[in-house]
């Protein structure tokens, strides 16, 4: 069974900042990209950044210049290092290991941790 381990939420004040951490197996994490993706109240669930095996990142708007994805390939883990939080960065952050060949797309998703950004 494959397990995604998040850690690293909790509640924050505005312009504060947060790390958050995902650990896989080495089974995973050497073919499988990595991702964040978070989901607010109300809200469908949405890309916060990716890095795929080569270390190449990709970011939604909302976070670039803000927070910053890298992978530890000696831990297995990925780090988002969140910056200048915004109370619109409030939502459960969710990782995801994915797996895409042609039209096909495999996911393993973690529990969520919870970020609240408010004063």
């Known amino acids: 069974q494959v397990q995604l381990v998040e850690s690293g939420g909790g509640l924050v004040e505005p312009g504060g900042s947060l790390r958050l951490s995902c650990a896989t197996s080495?089974?995973?994490?050497?073919?499988?990209?990595m991702g964040w993706y978070r989901q607010a109240p109300g809200k469908q669930r949405e890309l916060v950044a990716t890095i795929n095996n080569g270390g190449t990142t990709n970011y939604a708007d909302s976070g670039k210049d803000r927070f910053t994805l890298s992978r530890d390939n000696a831990k297995n883990a990925v780090y988002l290092q969140m910056n200048n939080l915004k109370p619109e960065d409030t939502a459960v952050y969710y990782c995801d290991a994915y797996l895409s060949w042609g039209n096909l797309r495999n996911d393993f998703w973690g529990q969520g941790t919870q970020v609240t950004v408010s004063s």
């Open positions: 080495k089974s995973i994490f050497s073919r499988y990209a």
